[in-house]
């Protein structure tokens, strides 16, 4: 027998989303004009837009529209979409120094304004890739009992990047359904503080 904890309360819900509304807002203030000199960069790099937009499932499975800076020069968002991979010949100059640095997923702080996403749960993937591990491993719906995150449990214990491999996301997931069964504002907080500590180590990044 597999017992997974329900979807968060109506009070948890409340809580975590006071938090990610007013750090997102924050962070938002502090990091625009990283954001605009990034904007700036990207549009200097080469043809294409700034903001790269590509379908995602979030709570309760209901589709959204994450965003992104662009970081390739192809702008998947159907039935294919192909992961990166390490000297991918997709990813453009700049966005070499975007993924490394996670800068490319700051846009994602207007998603968690909009309710889209938390700053913390478990990433999103492409609905190609959505599609495809549901069909693998009969946990991963549960993902979708809480938002998406920025970032992760999953993601500060050394699970950040892609998934190229079932027995990969399968720990991710593993790693996921924890951190839903044992969430806690303390467990957010203390994720947010590893995030940055995984950032500036920058593991798995590419």
């Known amino acids: 027998i597999e017992i997974q904890r329900a979807p968060l309360s109506g009070t948890e819900r409340l809580v975590k989303r006071a938090m990610d509304i007013s750090l997102a807002s924050l962070a938002l203030i502090f990091l625009l004009p990283i954001m605009a000199l990034t904007a700036l960069a990207i549009k200097l790099d080469g043809p294409g837009p ?114 190229p491999t079932v027995d990969i996301i399968s720990k991710r997931v593993k790693m996921d359904l924890w951190y839903i069964n044992n969430w806690s504002l303390w467990l957010d907080i203390h994720i947010l503080l590893k995030t940055f500590v995984e950032v500036l180590r920058k593991r798995n990044a590419y």
């Open 50 to 163: 700034v903001i790269f937009r590509q379908n995602r499932k979030g709570f309760n499975r209901q589709n959204f529209v994450m965003f992104k800076f662009r970081t390739m020069i192809v702008q998947e968002n159907g039935d294919a979409v192909t992961q990166a991979t390490r000297n991918d010949p997709r990813v453009t100059t700049i966005g070499k120094l975007l993924r490394a640095s996670s800068i490319d997923e700051l846009p994602q702080l207007i998603n968690v304004l909009r309710g889209d996403m938390s700053l913390i749960g478990p990433r999103p993937h492409a609905l190609a890739h959505d599609t495809y591990f549901e069909t693998v491993l009969g946990d991963y719906a549960f993902r979708h009992h809480v938002k998406p995150g920025m970032t992760g449990w999953a993601q500060v214990n050394g699970l950040r990047g892609a998934t």
